[in-house]
């Protein structure tokens, strides 16, 4: 299955941009709408449409591997293109060909298919209840595996998702 948005990659760069650049250079491109707990909310402008995503790194990060480049969770929103909640999870390395992501939130379970570094749910309905879930969870645990065959399991904070989440809203227009 491939996955046309820009890379999680991408956004990740726009992101680690966003902290590094001074503030008036943020007015050009990507603005932070603010931290929330665990979370950073961002707003940016793709294809002359406004586009609003919130990431959070994981608190815990656990795996047999040497180096591993960023791991971020991120949910965005696209209202130009009628996308809201589209969840991604960036491991840091290349997933292995075909494999899945293990989340767990309290006692659900969801699956992500991989895409070179990114994992995505498979369709609106499961990205829809995958961030009711992380509304009401305090956890969220991702289980991947690299294209090495290292699994890895990482741990995020769902402190301050919520108002993360209603940030983006606002800011995207979507309610």
Request: glycine fraction near 10%; hydrophobic fraction near 40%; proline fraction near 3%.
């Amino acid at each position: 299955m491939k996955h046309s948005r820009p890379t999680v990659f991408q956004l990740i760069l726009v992101l680690v941009l966003a902290a590094a650049v001074p503030a008036p250079a943020l007015a050009q491109g990507i603005e932070r709408l603010g931290d929330f707990g665990d979370w950073s909310a961002f707003q940016f402008v793709e294809n002359g449409n406004k586009a609003c995503y919130m990431a959070s790194q994981p608190k815990k990060a656990e795996g047999d591997y040497k180096k591993r480049g960023d791991v971020y969770a991120i949910v965005t929103h696209r209202p130009g293109e009628k996308l809201r909640d589209e969840v991604s999870v960036l491991a840091g390395y290349s997933y292995k060909e075909g494999s899945a992501v293990k989340v767990a939130i309290g006692g659900q379970a969801f699956e992500l298919f991989t895409q070179g570094d990114g994992a995505w749910a498979k369709d609106k309905k499961a990205d829809e209840a995958l961030v009711k879930a992380m509304i009401k969870g305090s956890s969220l645990v991702a289980k991947g595996t690299s294209s090495r065959g290292t699994q890895t399991t990482d741990t995020y904070s769902l402190k301050g998702f919520s108002k993360a989440y209603a940030a983006i809203g606002k800011a995207c227009g979507i309610k």
